[in-house]
């Protein structure tokens, strides 16, 4: 489900028209926004977020959504330096991004309960090698000083021989 919605968007947007920017740009807008948000949150949070999502959320896929549609719409000789107000509410909301995944803000439900945060403290599990069958060819006690066996170098120096 997307965090904004079209008209949020457009309300957003304020004089651009219809004519100017299709509600289908605005939808892709949306969902590039929407993509961008997950994965900042996702370091902290299990997705999908619940629904609705966090208040914070919805501002920030509205503000990115908004800043997107001006990005799309400069072949029209518009830039997201004509609105400063937009071009702020981007930066700020990419700022809030940032400190959600970096864990020094954190996201509240619509009852004012932090959302628990993914637990980074489980260990990763680690592949087992296969070789653990197979003799050694270095000496591990001696990791500064690699030596091959003697019998070895010999068999190499036999097949190079043939």
């Known amino acids: 489900m997307a ?5 949020l968007v457009r309300k957003s947007l304020g004089d651009i028209t219809e004519a100017e920017l299709a509600t289908s740009d605005i939808e892709e807008a949306i969902e590039e926004a929407d993509s961008l948000i997950d994965s ?17 959320i ?9 800043c997107h549609c ?9 830039s997201l330096d004509d609105d400063p107000k937009i071009k702020n509410r981007c930066e700020r909301s990419m700022e809030t991004l940032e400190n959600l995944r970096d864990g020094k803000q954190h996201l509240i439900d619509d009852n004012g309960d932090l959302l628990p945060a993914n637990d980074t403290s489980a260990s990763i ?12 060819f270095f000496d591990v006690d001696d990791d500064t000083n690699w030596k091959f066996p003697p019998t070895m170098i010999d068999d190499i120096e036999d097949s190079r021989d043939d």
């Open 3 to 7: 965090y904004s919605t079209v008209t």
């Open 40 to 56: 900042y949150i996702s370091v902290k949070y299990a997705l999908p977020l619940p629904v609705p999502a966090p208040k914070m």
């Open 58 to 66: 919805r501002r920030i896929s509205r503000n990115l959504s908004a």
């Open 70 to 78: 001006y990005n799309d719409v400069i072949a029209s000789g518009i």
């Open 125 to 136: 599990p680690w592949s087992s090698t296969n070789t653990y069958e197979h003799p050694q």
